[in-house]
């Protein structure tokens, strides 16, 4: 299995080009099965495996495919099989997401049960009360969730917890509802609002996207569009901590800052420089940064996907911190990896108390998740000596030509084998 070998202690200098949000494209690209006729067109969908997955579970179902560099195309055709198998979903949870269109549009789906994951047992209750608010029909059996309907019914749904991928199951199902859903208490990520822009250009009718309460009037039938996903914030975030540790100055372009605020506030708070330029975010750093408090939240709070990057950052802080993970329960693996590497840290609960360090230690780590690997690198940007990241799947799952970027930033980074 590749590792990945980080030299630290070089300040990143250059610009970086931030790809399309994965958290956007994936849910686009089950919206796709939504479509009659015309195909859809996604641009600026990044080269990551968590898409390469969603693309192979499409075309597992019957779907017609053709990637071209960062565009996709999902042509028309009625699929053969309505069945996400344990061996995709098992790979990535986002498979849930073909529910909402499977059931809205063929009035059948069965999807494995994604089971719990390293960051928290996260079931998908609220998916599923709301499919069943809906008219759908739900058994669970074999570890598989089937779910069948006439045509779904127009509800008023109001979900415990606004989950981002129950919002986007719910919204993309009630646009082929007979009558008016609403979904209260939704989730209100930029990225759901995306996913709205991209249903409303093949014919449904949304509103309130990006808000707490989305209403739906269902339509019969959806048509293909052309769409643009919007840029990650997630991976600008990750770009803008390893700059911030390493002290270097880089401009990050292809971004959004307007759906980054949280971020870039308690970064600006921790004395990181960050400036909106006609072309992107300068982010700088001279100085050692500052021990800033943050507490993970749904958007517009601060992202739990940014939680373990910015503790890299808090590591080397002057001064203590606390950051608060309240979004999934068991969201601090990347903690003893980092305490492998020197840093302070304890928890307590849903809370780490940072004590930061002058400095970190290279040392061979690993990781569990996307995200707590992101981590690593960060963290191993800043240390002195050569940190070598295991199990680096799960940076490919999420960042695409991690090293080439880095590596144009000045950073010594290398890929090997084995
Ligand atoms: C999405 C993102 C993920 C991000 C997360 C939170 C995608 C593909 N993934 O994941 O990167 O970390 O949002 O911003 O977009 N919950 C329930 N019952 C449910 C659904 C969720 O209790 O039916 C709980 C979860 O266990 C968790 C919380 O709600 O504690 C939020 O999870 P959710 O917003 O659903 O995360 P995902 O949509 O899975």
């Not at 939704?186 to 309460?213: F, N, Q, R, V, Y």
């Not at 980092?338 to 004590?355: E, F, N, P, V």
């Amino acid at each position: 299995m590749d590792k990945l070998l980080i030299e630290g202690g070089v300040p990143l200098q250059g610009e970086v080009f931030i790809d399309g949000a994965k958290n956007a494209a994936l849910p686009a690209l089950a919206a796709a099965l939504l479509a009659e006729e015309r195909e859809v067109l996604l641009e600026n969908v990044p080269r990551v495996v968590d898409i390469r997955t969603m693309c192979s579970l499409l075309r597992e179902m019957g779907a017609s495919i053709e990637e071209e560099g960062t565009s996709i195309r999902v042509l028309p055709r009625d699929l053969t099989s309505q069945e996400a198998p344990y061996d995709l979903v098992r790979r990535m949870r986002a498979s849930v997401l073909t529910l909402g269109p499977l059931l809205a549009r063929y009035g059948y789906a069965k999807v494995s049960s994604p089971g719990g994951c390293a960051i928290g047992e996260r079931p998908i209750d609220l998916h599923l009360a709301g499919l069943e608010a809906m008219g759908a029909r739900i058994h669970l059996h074999g570890g598989y969730i089937e779910a069948r309907s006439e045509r779904l019914r127009g509800a008023e749904i109001y979900l415990d917890i606004p989950s981002v991928t129950a919002t986007e199951n719910l919204l993309m199902a009630a646009t082929l509802a007979d009558g008016r859903t609403v979904i209260e208490n939704a989730a209100m990520e930029p990225e759901i609002s995306d996913l709205a822009a991209l249903l409303k250009g093949m014919g449904a009718k949304i509103e309130g996207e990006g808000t707490e309460k989305i209403t739906v009037q269902g339509t019969t039938r959806l048509v293909g569009t052309s769409h643009r996903i919007i840029p990650d914030r997630i991976e600008t975030a990750t770009y803008a901590a390893a700059a911030a540790v390493s002290r270097g100055n880089v401009l990050i372009r292809g971004t959004d800052p307007e759906i980054l605020s949280s971020v870039i506030r308690k970064m600006t708070a921790a004395g990181v420089g960050i400036r909106s330029e006609a072309e992107g975010l300068r982010i700088s750093s001279g100085e050692r940064l500052r021990g800033v408090d943050v507490t993970t939240a749904p958007y517009p709070g601060f992202p739990t996907d940014v939680q373990a990057q910015f503790m890299a950052m808090m590591a080397l802080a002057e001064g203590a911190s606390i950051i608060r993970e309240m979004v999934f329960e068991n969201r601090f693996m990347h903690v003893a990896e980092l305490r492998r590497m020197g840093a302070d840290i304890r928890t307590k609960g849903a809370s780490a108390m940072i004590r930061g360090v002058s400095s970190l230690e290279a040392a061979p780590v690993m990781a569990t998740d996307l995200r707590a690997s992101a981590c690593l690198v960060v963290a191993g940007l800043a240390a002195r000596g050569e940190t070598k990241i295991a199990r680096i799947y799960h940076l490919d799952r999420g960042y695409s030509r991690l090293e080439e970027k880095l590596s144009r930033l000045g950073a010594r980074v290398r890929r090997v084998g084995g």
